[in-house]
């Protein structure tokens, strides 16, 4: 098997339903059934009420970036191959903001404002990492 | 309640070692020539020491930082702390050497930090540990080098405020024109806006001049009493006022991207000292990248937030302007080892207050302001110093 070659994320017990559902391609939000509220990254509890009551629901993935940047020089080996690639932060329609990367456009085209789609590559057995492509 | 400090508390020693590439000397030893040169400033000798308060090292790892110091150099003491704070450790190890001090758990405390980041790790191993500090899972997979994160607030501000490349490139060529005056200084040839605009993207918008330095160096500051103070050789340089506030751990969780919590983190140092922004005559802000520079002149109250960029053109932050920043030329042109960065701003502000910095001594200055930001804005520290007694 070709390994995927970059770091994995080191899933949690809080986070195991997150990356499960990233290899079906799905992206899983929290919420809390108490207060309603949802956060981003998964906790055991709700951040705002500190109930344990949460529940996953699916998201659009469609969402706006806040802001990006591209990089020109990788923090390691594994990821020089990719240079120059946009990280950006994602606002979700949901009220919650994750870092990720925009692909599927130049790196000089990204904007801020700009509408984008959830889109996953899979890392093998620890998932799809969601990155985000213009919708 | 407010917060005060029931005792007088003043630095009365400074010792740094060479800075820059210093390849003969691995972090210990750095600190250990940095406390021997601060206990010879105003004539203490190392009985005297009992707290120490260290940061952390990236190119030698020690479980226990502090005693790992503390061993080297066979001291006693009551108290010893090795800070996580990053950038802030220095400033926020000032406060509570004022509070160990105040409370009467110590008499004399040593704040020190000291690493050889250039000569110790090759430059990707350093570029690799200090991306290592990300997320495990966020943002780690998605290859966040620490400039990136800095960058994401960066393009946020010129989204939101319209601050351009010109002007965080003014901020690196006043820290270079101010290490030009400063023999001790890592990097010292002038630099122009467009050099920093040409130099090599590192992270959109910055480039390879809109990023701090790395060197190898240390040093050490030691606080006592004012009482204490009387005794020594050097005239002492008093603690007004100290604060510490933290917006976020990682970057990916920060609730705004334009302004954090050193805010907080100077409300607080002022309240004590009973001091405002304008009594400053020269701030030490931590120039980790360009733009920290222009979130701490806002977030502290130099200027109104979203107006940093023209604030800082024109000359406002070079020696003869308003507000001086950094005239040892800070991160970006005098050194900048890792996790000690932030320390080299707090001597230099005790030299400024004693009149000692020569070619680059701020006119007449009685106050300074010195800020530490660690992680990627994530923790804040400030302390207000003075010549004055508070």
Known sequence: MSGYGKPVPPATKDSEAYWAATRDHRLLLQRCKQCQAYQFYPRVVCTRCLSTDLEWQESSGVGEVYTFSGVYRAPSKEFEGDVPYAVAIVELPEGVRLLSQIVGCPVDGVRIGMKVRVVFEDMGEAGALPKFAPA | ?390
């Open chain 2, 1 to 390: 309640m407010e917060a005060r400090l029931s005792k007088q508390v003043a630095i009365v020693d400074i010792g740094e070692t060479p800075v820059g590439k210093v390849p003969e000397l691995g972090s210990l030893q750095l600190y250990g020539l940095a406390i021997k040169a601060a206990l010879e400033d105003a004539g203490l000798h190392k009985e005297d020491i009992d707290g120490l308060l260290t940061a952390q090292s990236m190119a030698e790892h020690y479980s226990r930082q502090c005693l790992a110091v503390m061993e080297y150099l066979q001291l006693e003491v009551r108290y010893a702390s090795t800070s996580l704070l990053g950038g802030a450790s220095h400033c926020s190890q000032v406060g509570l050497a004022a509070l160990l001090i105040s409370s009467g758990v110590c008499e004399t405390v040593v704040v020190a930090a000291a690493d050889n980041i250039l000569t110790g790790l090759s430059r990707d191993a350093a570029v690799r540990e200090m991306a290592a500090n990300r997320h495990p899972q966020y943002e780690i997979p998605y290859g966040v080098p620490v400039p990136t994160g800095y960058a994401l607030v960066a393009k946020r501000h010129m989204h939101e405020y319209g601050t351009t490349g010109e002007q965080l490139a003014a901020v690196a060529m006043a820290m270079r024109k101010h290490a030009g005056l400063n023999p001790a200084a890592h990097k010292r040839d002038p630099i122009t806006i467009d050099d920093v605009l040409k130099s090599r993207m590192i992270s959109s918008p910055l480039h390879l001049l809109d990023c701090s330095l790395v060197s190898d160096g240390g040093a050490a500051l030691i606080l006592t009493s004012a009482e204490r103070a009387r005794e020594l050789r050097k005239a002492p340089v008093y603690v007004h006022g100290f604060g510490e506030a933290y917006s976020h751990d990682n970057v990916s969780q920060a609730g705004s991207f334009t302004a954090f919590a050193s805010r907080a983190s100077g409300e607080q140092a002022f309240s004590m000292a009973g001091l405002s922004p304008k009594d400053v005559d020269v701030a030490m802000l931590y120039d980790s990248f360009t733009i920290t520079v222009l979130i701490q002149l806002e977030d502290l109250g130099f200027c109104p937030k979203g107006e940093a960029g023209p604030f800082v053109q024109e000359g406002r932050i070079e020696l003869n302007g308003a507000l001086p920043v950094n005239p040892h030329g800070g991160l970006l042109s005098h050194a900048h080892p890792g996790y000690p960065g932030g320390i080299f701003h707090l001597t230099e502000a005790v030299r400024q207050l004693r009149g000692e910095a020569g070619p680059r001594q701020v006119a007449d200055a009685e106050v300074a302001l010195v800020n530490g930001i660690g992680g990627i804005f994530s923790s804040h520290a400030t302390v207000l110093l003075g010549k004055a007694k508070p």
